[in-house]
């Protein structure tokens, strides 16, 4: 496909697409359509060459059809041919049906509905493939830079049986890399809608300085309780653990919530910690895959209180809760924890003597029923004694309960918060991302 | 399938004349997931996923191009886009590698299966799991009932310019069954064979009612058996490690680090580094003389058998540890060019979406001799930990962390009480150093997981680990919160 057409081309192949497929529906069936699709470009640096290039064009068509207190989805991806693509989502129509045929009566299926209408695109300016192998790897030349540049357009669309229309469209590129001293590292990532070689220099030249930090010699740190200043891609690590049930109401009442006591009004939060989803920040679609809209704002912990649970309305029928609009997995697709009163200046001031923990890795719940959490140390991450840095640290483990740590531990947050977008592609890029400050925590338990 | 490799024969003779190499590897899979909760439908999914990569190698270096196109326009506008980017970025290329990365293969391989997976109708499938699930419901404290089973039918074909043809079809079900027990506070849940660690190649003929029932009733038990049980004490002590818990600690402390890809850097941005070395190789004892750790994609029914990878290289048995001294790396072709070091035919993508990077694929301890009884009565004071709950373990691959569902406390040689909430932890060396018994070969479990994250772009792949249980001396391990 050409690349600068895309969203427009499939705009128009998938409003036919769906027209077709829509309109010749016997009384008693109903379907829902979802289309996800990118045009995109990766780049695979190692040592600042290049290690892979990989394009890929693909168009993934869902039909879930709902028929006789039934439902079946089935998905394909599409060749962008119209006859063809109309052959295949024809077949996946009957398929459908059959297997609706096979199913037993499923009590919790909420009907089909018309959720309305939207249309948001978000154009963006992406030069051609290889200019931008150029552009990313000459500015580096002379770093050890690792990482993926990844650039495109990302279409996520739906359609429904009763007249819901959805459309969201991005171009953008993110340049998620690290920088290499020996062994030691520095975490970069440069974003947007539009590529600048001039904002991608100076980006990598705050990784740089980073980097240079962690020339000085490293200082042993043995397993124990350290005050901890946790920079905002730390906590938006944790926050991302917290996709895994801890905020989805069906996990609560299946017993798989390792915020269970709180949602139970058992264990609350610091007053400090304020977290909500938040679709004005634009990074993600507000319409789930029934096309349900919700609503801009979800308040999920206020002032360290229970608010709202992430609901899908199918949970909703289920536990006899109200819905809002969450997706199938109950996970925040747009989530920010709101700054506090920390200014970012006076973080190592404050953190006194410590660990400035630049990044987080590889976090998992240890003790689901405790909210304690483990995880490693990456990257850029410093010993600090009365305000200034000593040297690098050798990473290490920490575990511990966010009752804790997000509890009475936690001494503030910053007043910035950064906009830290999902760089994740597994099986196609992702949209979305987290807005989050940085977090002081004092005692903070390291155990390896 | 058939149309398309037509199509895409006549069309590699043209591409051909552009390139130094061009190949084409076409997938067509159909995944369908089923899952009942509490005896109802919860959720039937499937997803199609087909289409082709085409792979240029030109001033050598290899790049790729990916389209759902299959007709010869298709191929031919992917072909062009990956033939112009990869002139530019072979100016910046990491390595320029020899013809030889790309040997030329041809051959057939299919998954060992009783029953075409097709022949396990919706129906059937409905019916096994919701026994799985009723069965579980042992009392009212059993608050959620649930069995997934996914089915995979893969086709693949990959054609290139210097005559490679090999097609591979893969019928695969993984599972995933588990009953959560709530009673006041404690919550605990029993899986069957820990999280999305049950999986194989196998064709319908897994789908046995009394089997499903079987597990559901064992889950409930074991779930509600957890809710009175002790925590996990924290002490140093011996732990005889399950082979669904084993296959979590050979894939993160043994698989990962053995990467070339990673030894060489390629993953330091994302899955990380490893703290083994190349000069490693020959000369890191990396653990005791029991332990032999074999890179097998030949063997029978493993989730990740295979015949040849996705660079055409055959596969073959590798020792990667032998009697505790490391000898070789999970490196492809091109891995074993960069580093000059040997390899495995492991080069792997998860899909016709996604360029082939350095995997595992069945990483398999070997058996040694001990009977199950046997080395229960050498531990005067030590726990038994079954099916992996969580995990966790640095970029490097050395400090981890793991949870397990269930564990038998052992006293005086004998098991004695069941135990809440096992953690252990540990270096990856120095850990593997305490192996201390290796279980026999009838005691080995053959697990697999669908879900290896890896790659930028990012892949999850399967993979496939069989163990015995073995017995491990001086463990650091602890509870949960009481
Ligand atoms: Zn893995």
Redesign the interface.
Known sequence: ?NRAGFMTWLKDHFQRLSDDLLSGLPAGEDVVLNLEAED?????F???????????????LSLRLQKDG????????????FERDRDLGLALLR?ARE?IR???A???LVPLKNHGTSNAEFPGQLPE??AL??SV?ATAAGSDL???F?SGAVVSANRNSRGQNHWFASESFSL???L?DG?K?A?GLHAGPRWSEVEWKSNLDRTREQLLVLRRPVVAVKPGRYRSYLAPAAVSEILFTLSWGALSASAWK???SPF??FADG?KTFSPKLHLRENFGLGLAPAFNGFGEVAPTVVNLIEGGERRELLTSSRSAKEFGLSSNAAGDGEAPRSPEILPGRLEEKNALKELGTGLYLSNL??????????A?L???T?YACCWVENGEIVGPIK?L?F?E?LYDAFGPKLIDLTTHAEIDPDV??????QLGGRRVPGMLIDDWTF?? | MKNSSEIAEKWLQGARQSADWVGVRFIREKTSSRTVRNDLPERNQSFIDEGAMVEVMADGHLGYAATADLSAEGLQRAFERALRTTRAAARHKAFAFSPAVRPKAAGHYRSPRRLPLDQASLAEITDVLTAATAAMKISGRIVNRSANAMLVSTESRFLSSNGSDVRQDFDMVLLNIMATAVDGRETQTRSSGGLNSLGNQIGAEIFNRDDFRRDGERLGREAEELLRADNCPEERTDVIIMPDQMMLQIHESIGHPLELDRILGDERNYAGWSFVKPEDFGNLRYGSALMNVTFDPGRHGQLASYAFDDSGHAATREFLIKDGLLLRGLGSLESQERAGLPGVANFRSSSWNRAPIDRMANINLEPGAFTLEEMIASVEKGVLMTSNRSWSIDDERNKFQFGCEHARLIEDGRLTKTLKNPNYRGLTVDFWNRLTAVGSADLVGTYGTAYCGKGEPNQAIRVGHASPPCLFRGVEIFGGAS
């Open positions: 496909m995109s470009l990766f780049l695979r190692n040592a600042n060459r290049v290690r892979q290039n990989t394009e890929v064009e693909q168009i993934v039934r439902s079946t989805q089935i998905s394909r991806t599409l060749s962008g041919r398929e297997e096979a199913l037993p499923d009590p919790h493939a290889a192998v150029e790897a690792a990482g993926i990844a998620d890399y690290s290499y062994r590292a975490k299946q017993g798989q269970r006591k058992e890795h590889y976090l998992n719940w240890s003790d689901p029923a405790s304690r483990t995880g490693m990456r990473d483990r575990d309960s994740m592609t597994y099986g196609a890029r155990t390896l």
